[in-house]
């Protein structure tokens, strides 16, 4: 099983600032990784798909980045509503499908 | 709108049974790949099932041999039936569609969500 870790675990920043999110696979996912954002007492929404590719619907101030073990999640200035949690996943080795254990972006 | 209902989650004792139902409008169950995601209180996500759309299945090793998943293609709807409950499956439980764009679709990502059923399992 790939095990995805996320760092750092909470992220304190103000709107206005850039945010830099971590995802590292124990072993090669290739670009297979994917980003999603969760707010409280929400489902999850698919930010990024495959690295680097925005879902439907996704503002451009998310991009994602990486290959291989490392990727990041860049959110180029952060909006009011982008404070809430970040999970990566794997398809690269599926089933089973992981998820990383989330980094908390809130207001500094 | 493309919309999933999740129903069926209740409080129910150490070694007991519930099922879960997904209903789906916007879009065919069976023409998409369908999973169950839970989320414990306080913790992050963790995969359960899926199944394909040409009805293979597969669990978390968490779950394999107490739940199984399955659909009506008739009623639009995805179920998953938990046997053998156990304080570690309390969750809330997410049913989500595999996304699709541009005519590619990419199972094992999800992109429609329900709003999630809550499970407790206590005596």
């Known amino acids: 099983e790939i095990v995805l870790t996320q760092y750092p675990a909470t992220l304190s920043l103000s709107p206005g600032e850039r945010a830099t999110l971590s995802c590292r696979a124990s072993?090669?996912?290739?670009?297979?990784l994917a980003w999603y954002q969760q707010k409280p007492g929400q489902a999850p929404r698919l930010l990024i798909y495959?690295?680097?590719n925005r879902a439907t619907g996704i503002p451009a101030r998310f991009s994602g980045s990486g290959s291989g073990t490392d990727f990041t999640l860049t959110i180029g200035s952060l909006e009011p509503e982008d404070f809430a949690v970040y999970y990566c996943?794997?398809?690269?080795?599926?089933?089973?499908?992981?998820f990383g254990g989330g980094t908390k972006v809130e207001i500094k | 709108e493309v919309q999933l209902v999740e129903t069926g989650g209740g409080l129910i004792q150490p070694g007991g049974s519930l099922r879960l139902s997904c209903v789906a409008s916007g879009f065919s169950v069976s023409s998409n790949y369908m999973n169950w995601v839970r989320q414990a209180p306080g913790k992050g996500l963790e995969w359960v099932s899926v199944i394909y759309t040409g009805g293979n299945t597969y669990y978390a090793d968490s779950v394999k041999g107490r739940f199984t998943v399955s659909r009506d293609n008739s009623k639009n709807t995805l179920y998953l039936q938990m046997n053998s409950l156990r304080a570690e499956d309390t969750a809330m439980y997410y049913c989500?569609?595999?996304?699709?764009?541009?005519?590619?679709?990419?199972?094992?990502?999800?992109?429609?969500w329900g709003k999630g059923t809550t499970v407790t399992v206590s005596s």
């Open positions: 989500a569609k595999g996304y699709c764009s541009g005519g590619t679709c990419y199972p094992p990502y999800m992109d429609v």
């Open positions: 996943q794997q398809r690269y080795n599926w089933p089973p499908l992981t």
């Open positions: 072993q090669s996912v290739s670009n297979y």
């Open positions: 495959d690295a680097s």
